[in-house]
Nanobody
Framework: QVQLVESGGGLVQAGGSLRLSCAASGRTFSSYVISWFRQAPGKEREFVARISWSGSTYYSDSVKGRFTISRDNAKNTVYLQMNSLEPDDTAVYYC???????????WGQGTQVTVSS
């Protein structure tokens, strides 16, 4: 059973940076697309970024140019480097595994990111 565990969240001032990690168990981690989502209080969950097995990346317009997703398959870990953080980035951040059918079948428990103004 694959599990994803996020870490690295916290409280930061606007303009600051955080790096989130998504650590996975399982030997087939490197063959999957891994995505980051976030959910702010009272809002729907939204897509943030994804990375393919080969390292191709895609970002939502709201984070493009500020966030960078990367992966270290040897460590079974995906990272989300978040720079120039804004109060609107405040949310619980989740990583998830995407299957070939495009459905997300494994989710982490989430990590809280709070950006103060």
């Amino acid at each position: 059973q694959v599990q994803l565990v996020e870490s690295g969240g916290g409280l930061v001032q606007a303009g600051g940076s955080l790096r989130l990690s998504c650590a996975a168990s399982g030997r087939t981690f490197s063959s999957y697309v891994i995505s980051w989502f976030r959910q702010a209080p009272g809002k729907e969950r939204e897509f943030v970024a994804r990375i393919s097995w080969s390292g191709s990346t895609y970002y939502s317009d709201s984070v493009k140019g500020r966030f960078t997703i990367s992966r270290d398959n040897a460590k079974n870990t995906v990272y989300l480097q978040m720079n120039s953080l804004e109060p609107d980035d405040t949310a619980v951040y989740y990583c998830a595994r995407r299957r070939a059918t495009l459905e997300y079948d494994v989710w982490g428990q989430g990590t809280q990111v709070t950006v103060s103004s």
